[in-house]
């Protein structure tokens, strides 16, 4: 017969009241004042915690399923407890002593009572056959869409890949099997600001993912899929997975039978049984987070997939550290002569992005496979990769690299400047005067109208944008710097002038060229008092230009600073500063992305410290832009 706790408490000794304190984390005092008096106030206390409803649930939710059956046998059959068990539940004051012997007080069995047999009996026989989950599934799966979309991909209006850009996420792709994964994947790493969207295109936001260590993406990404509104994947709600979650994780290293498994959930939550069996542990198995039988109707947790929940659940990331380590390191690289990249999917997400940047994405499996190609590494190049990076990502120094690649990297550099743009005063400069002759000549470039100014310089006076159809009549330009000519009739001084500033572009100049300005700025000077309207005219066409007085080379430098820092704010573009801090002895390299400067400071996102800071601008020695789309938190909140 089930009696009261206060009751059965009363015949338990100080040592074992002390068990059950500390295995029940009940708020008790270590010592209780000795005496009638100080152990009835003691009993009263435990009794109001033991029976608390909550408590007794996560109690019994806690226990295996031969635990849950031993205490059900006890109450309706009177048959005590095995050694084992009988301990784990006395020392849980789920089983207290009598005179009869053990007795399950009122409460628990009270509680066991909305418990059927077939409920409690969820734990499979050892020796179940359950498919093994590829290790790190959920972390490559994710990995696997930001390699796909390192080129772009079309979306539609509501965000989500288009048909044809599905079959890409999901051709020759080991790691994502079903669009409906690829989509989730994909929108996961969206909604975590990973994911850059623009003008019906998507791309890896690679400043994004390189500020974080790879774990990261798959901590948060593990987040979003329990805590988010995931209604269009048929889902169960999000209270229920991270339910589902929390006991899997309880009962990790056993194999449970899933109906009785979720028969035993639903009494203790309101459960949404039948989508969680039929979508959302598919899904878990799918993404390499649990194991399942080929019948599906076994169920537990893999490594990875405890890994994850530990750390979600219990705030936990130092006992998990260990399980990262193959996602740290970088595996070797193999280059064919056929210009195929090979290497481990399983290793550094960032350095398979950077790989990605340089060639497409052919296969994803155990190894990934790349494929380079003229192509490719102009689309590097565009993207701002600098050509000695593009070697360096391909191995160290003494790598010894195929012919086949050696040749396309030294053609590459060849090409690599062989015209150059000054888009601010329109203005072409070829590498020798063949090239300069061929260039008028190109009918794709007719619209331009190249007038010659010397045999290397031509001025663009048609319509188009010359950086543009000269990248689409497949040169190699990039914008110019310094072009030093020397016109020696007063009617080309104009054009001198200009071809003199070329090294101003649009995107800013380093601070370093201050003796060519003084020469430009007597050129200008001796313009303005031989023909002042010409004067007017250059600067017209030439805004960026600060040509007005004498200014001093200090003053000079933080106009041009402020210029620069302005644009990289209005452009989202991240610079390098040459910054002395206070009380340093000696300059930084910081690299920072402006958001705007407010009086004597400059707010800016700093890529070292991954954060929001004032930088004062007296202290700012240099500022060089960099070819590299900025960003920062506050530019993409749902990145945290």
């Not at 059965?8 to 295995?23: A, F, K």
């Not at 599905?166 to 409906?180: D, I, P, S, T, Y």
């Not at 995931?230 to 929390?246: G, H, M, T, V």
């Not at 490594?303 to 994850?308: D, I, K, S």
Request: glycine share 6%.
């Amino acid at each position: 017969m089930a009696l009261p706790h206060y009751q059965l408490l009363q015949n338990c000794s100080d040592e074992q009241l002390q068990r059950i304190c500390e295995c029940r984390r009940l708020p008790i005092p270590r010592r209780w004042d000795d005496g009638p008096e100080g152990r009835k106030r003691l009993l009263k206390t435990m009794v109001f915690h033991l029976e608390d409803h909550r408590n007794l649930s996560d109690t019994l939710a806690d226990l295996g399923s031969a635990e849950l059956v031993a205490l059900k046998a006890l109450v309706e059959l009177g048959q005590p407890p095995v050694d084992g068990i009988r301990q784990n539940l006395a020392d849980r004051a789920l089983i207290l002593p009598s005179p009869e012997g053990w007795t399950v007080p009122e409460r628990v069995a009270d509680a066991l009572a909305d418990f059927d047999e077939g409920a409690l009996s969820f734990q499979a026989e050892p020796g179940a056959g359950l498919l093994a989950a590829p290790p790190y599934a959920f972390s490559l799966a994710l990995t696997s869409v930001l390699l796909r979309c390192v080129g772009g991909i079309r979306v539609l209006k509501g965000g989500l890949p288009a048909k044809k850009e599905l079959g890409q996420l999901l051709h020759r792709n080991a790691l994502l099997g079903e669009e409906q994964d690829a989509t989730l994947v994909f929108t996961l790493l969206d909604r975590l600001g990973l994911l850059w969207s623009r003008e019906g295109r998507v791309d890896t936001l690679l400043p994004a993912v390189m500020a974080h260590p790879p774990r990261w993406i798959a901590e948060r990404a593990f987040a979003k899929l329990l805590e988010d509104d995931l209604k269009s994947w048929n889902l169960p709600p999000a209270e229920d997975r991270r339910f589902l979650l929390q006991h899997l994780l309880e009962r990790r290293g056993q194999v449970l039978a899933i109906q009785p498994f979720l028969g035993f959930l639903g009494t203790l939550h309101s459960l949404d049984a039948e989508r969680t069996r039929v979508v959302f542990l598919p899904l878990l198995r799918r993404l390499g987070l649990v194991a399942m039988d080929p019948t599906g109707a076994q169920v537990a947790l893999t490594e990875h997939g405890e890994a994850l929940a530990h750390e979600y659940l219990l705030r936990d990331v130092k006992g998990t550290e260990s399980h990262w380590a193959p996602l740290m390191a970088e595996q070797p690289l193999v280059i064919q002569p056929t210009l195929e990249l090979l290497t481990p999917i399983l290793q550094s997400p960032h350095r398979l992005l950077k790989l990605a940047q340089l060639a497409d994405v052919e296969t994803l499996d155990a190894m990934a496979s790349l494929r380079l190609g003229p192509a490719t590494l102009v689309r590097a190049l565009d993207a701002g990769v600098p050509f000695e990076e593009i070697r360096r990502r391909l191995g160290d120094p003494e790598t010894r690299l195929p012919q086949p690649l050696l040749q396309l990297l030294d053609d590459l550099a060849h090409r690599i400047g062989e015209v150059e743009v000054q888009q601010g005063v329109r203005l072409v400069r070829a590498r020798d005067a063949r090239l300069a002759e061929e260039l008028q000549l190109r009918p794709e470039l007719a619209d331009l109208k190249l007038q010659p100014i010397s045999d290397t310089v031509l001025e663009v006076k048609g319509l188009g944008n010359a950086y543009a159809l000269l990248k689409q009549s497949g040169y190699l330009p990039r914008p110019g710097r310094f072009l030093p000519l020397s016109l020696d009739a007063d009617e080309d001084l104009y054009l001198w002038a200009l071809a003199c500033m070329a090294f101003v572009d649009e995107k800013g100049m380093n601070h370093n060229l201050e003796p060519v300005r003084q020469m430009v700025r007597a050129a200008l000077q001796r313009l303005h008092g031989e023909d002042p309207g010409l004067f007017q005219e250059v600067r017209k066409r030439v805004p960026m230009l600060h040509l007005g007085g004498s200014p001093t080379a200090g003053s000079q430098a933080q106009e041009e600073t402020h210029r620069i820092l302005d644009y990289a704010a209005a452009h989202t573009l991240m610079v390098e500063l040459t910054y002395l801090p206070l009380a340093a002895h000696r300059t930084q390299l910081r690299r920072v992305t402006p958001l705007q400067t407010e009086g004597e400071h400059l707010q800016a996102y700093c890529h070292l410290h991954q954060e929001e800071m004032s930088f004062r601008l007296s202290r700012i020695q240099g500022v060089r832009l960099l070819n590299e789309r900025g960003w920062s938190p506050a530019q993409h909140p749902q990145a945290g």
